[in-house]
């Protein structure tokens, strides 16, 4: 059998404890400390986005294979269509547009 | 695209299908970002229109969000686990792992579905208000995924006892995979922009 993975999984437990770590760190930011709700927010919305990173090129293998530009040039726009109708949206809907 | 298989390569891409079938799965994720995009941006325009019901820091019972979303993280490691497994050749080890995985999936589940009862209990449904219709529509669309998964899972493990692994069993499993971390990433701005925003 070619390309035998190594016999631990040596990278899939340094993304496990990662992933375990950005949620408890999100954990104790949201409930344990009195920032204000903002910078709780901005703070709590980064471990996401660094969390989803982390299971896109640790778990999912994003990097990999032949076609992996044209995965990752996929992807990348989908989250930015993904970003632009969420922020968007509330903008819209809170921004005062709604009176008119 | 070049014809010729590249045998050094995990046993996935060695069959061409299986190449483009990975790829066409990763086009159907990009859609599943937008799917669930909107419903992020219906809940984020609803969220404070609760109609005389409860809000969400009223409702929420933070332990057990934190219990389901350790269960989905752990599931999403074992999830790698199944591929590293079926990369080393190793039949029983994958299934053992898959298996782990689905129950881990199914504990998720029926958290979830006991979350759904508690609400309901508190008086707490679909017509109470738009906030909580907005709710039960991203959590119901995330969980009925999950369910979905675990009965794709199940058909992917025959296959495997009665084919054995080999590049098109191989690229079934990774693109399950692919399905099972995207649900966990899901749940992660579920658990972030729901969850922990609605106690703040």
């Keep these: 059998m070619s390309n035998q993975e190594k016999g631990f999984p040596i990278s899939h437990i340094v993304g496990f404890l990662l992933s375990i770590t950005f949620t408890v760190v999100a954990l104790l930011v949201a409930l344990k400390t009195d ?53 968007g949206s509330i903008w819209v809907v809170t921004a005062g547009h709604s009176i008119h | 695209m070049e014809g010729k298989i590249n045998t050094s390569a995990p046993i996935e891409y060695q069959s061409e299908q299986s190449k483009l079938n ?50 989905l993280l752990t599931s999403s490691f074992t999830a790698g686990i199944v591929i590293f497994e079926m990369r080393r050749g190793n039949r029983r080890g994958l299934i053992i792992w898959l298996v782990i995985t689905l129950l881990f999936g199914l504990g998720f589940l029926s958290m979830e579905i006991n979350e759904f009862m508690h609400y ?15 709710l039960f529509v991203l959590l119901g669309t995330h969980g009925a995924h999950v369910t979905l998964g675990t ?40 658990f972030t922009f729901v969850y922990l925003a609605g106690v703040l």
């Design chain 1, 35 to 87: 920032l204000p709700k903002t910078t709780i927010m901005f703070v709590i919305g980064g471990l996401a986005v660094l969390q989803a990173g982390l299971q896109l090129i640790m778990f999912m293998h994003l990097n990999e294979g032949k076609d992996n530009y044209s995965k990752i040039i996929h992807t990348v726009y989908a989250i930015f269509m993904a970003v632009v109708i969420v922020i």
């Design chain 2, 22 to 71: 990975i790829l066409g799965f990763w086009v159907f994720l990009a859609a599943e970002i937008i799917l669930f995009a909107t419903l992020f941006s219906v809940f984020g325009v609803l969220k404070d229109r609760t109609a005389g019901g409860p809000a969400g820091s009223e409702i929420f019972e933070i332990k057990d969000v934190i219990i389901q979303t350790l269960l």
């Design chain 2, 151 to 190: 009965g794709w899972a199940i058909l992917i493990i025959i296959q495997l006892l009665t084919k054995g692994i080999n590049p098109t069993t191989a690229g079934k499993m990774h693109i399950w995979s692919l399905y099972w971390h995207f649900l966990d990433v899901i749940w992660i701005f579920i």
């Design chain 2, 120 to 134: 309901y209990h508190e008086g707490a449904t679909m017509q109470t208000s738009a906030f909580l219709s907005s």
